[in-house]
Protein backbone atom coordinates (compact mmCIF):
# COMPACT_ATOMS: atom_id res chain seq x y z
CA UNK A 1 0.00 0.00 0.00
CA UNK A 2 1.60 2.85 -1.02
CA UNK A 3 1.83 6.06 1.66
CA UNK A 4 2.77 10.01 0.16
CA UNK A 5 3.44 12.38 2.77
CA UNK A 6 3.23 15.83 1.15
CA UNK A 7 3.87 19.39 2.74
CA UNK A 8 3.02 22.53 0.71
CA UNK A 9 2.66 25.61 2.09
CA UNK A 10 -0.63 27.33 3.09
CA UNK A 11 -2.96 29.11 1.15
CA UNK A 12 -4.93 27.04 -1.42
CA UNK A 13 -8.31 26.30 -1.46
CA UNK A 14 -9.80 22.95 -0.40
CA UNK A 15 -10.74 22.50 -4.33
CA UNK A 16 -6.75 22.43 -4.89
CA UNK A 17 -5.81 20.15 -3.03
CA UNK A 18 -8.49 17.67 -3.65
CA UNK A 19 -6.94 17.94 -7.22
CA UNK A 20 -3.77 17.29 -6.19
CA UNK A 21 -4.29 14.51 -4.27
CA UNK A 22 -6.84 13.00 -7.15
CA UNK A 23 -3.39 13.91 -9.60
CA UNK A 24 -1.43 12.26 -7.25
CA UNK A 25 -3.53 9.17 -6.46
CA UNK A 26 -3.38 8.49 -10.35
CA UNK A 27 0.13 8.94 -10.51
CA UNK A 28 0.91 6.41 -8.21
CA UNK A 29 -1.38 3.89 -9.21
CA UNK A 30 -0.09 4.18 -13.19
CA UNK A 31 3.63 4.03 -11.96
CA UNK A 32 3.54 1.32 -9.75
CA UNK A 33 0.46 -0.71 -10.74
CA UNK A 34 -1.38 0.15 -7.57
CA UNK A 35 -5.18 -0.32 -7.45
CA UNK A 36 -5.84 3.43 -6.87
CA UNK A 37 -8.25 2.50 -3.73
CA UNK A 38 -4.95 1.42 -1.78
CA UNK A 39 -3.05 4.40 -2.15
CA UNK A 40 -3.39 7.37 0.73
CA UNK A 41 -2.00 10.77 0.55
CA UNK A 42 -1.68 13.04 3.82
CA UNK A 43 -1.30 16.95 2.94
CA UNK A 44 -0.11 19.25 5.75
CA UNK A 45 -0.35 22.31 5.43
CA UNK A 46 3.04 24.37 6.45
CA UNK A 47 2.40 27.99 7.96
CA UNK A 48 4.01 30.84 5.49
CA UNK A 49 6.08 32.16 8.21
CA UNK A 50 7.45 28.18 9.32
CA UNK A 51 8.32 27.70 5.37
CA UNK A 52 11.88 29.17 4.26
CA UNK A 53 12.73 29.74 0.73
CA UNK A 54 16.83 30.51 1.03
CA UNK A 55 16.58 31.57 4.37
CA UNK A 56 13.89 33.60 4.69
CA UNK A 57 10.41 33.04 6.16
CA UNK A 58 8.00 33.09 2.51
CA UNK A 59 5.57 35.42 4.27
CA UNK A 60 8.24 38.11 4.34
CA UNK A 61 8.54 37.50 0.52
CA UNK A 62 5.04 37.71 -0.33
CA UNK A 63 4.89 33.95 -1.26
Given at each position: ??????????????????????NVTD???????????????????????????GGTA?DKLG?
Amino acid sequence: MPIINMKIMEGRSDEKIEALMKNVTDAVSDSLDAPKENVRITVEEVPKNRWAIGGTAADKLGK
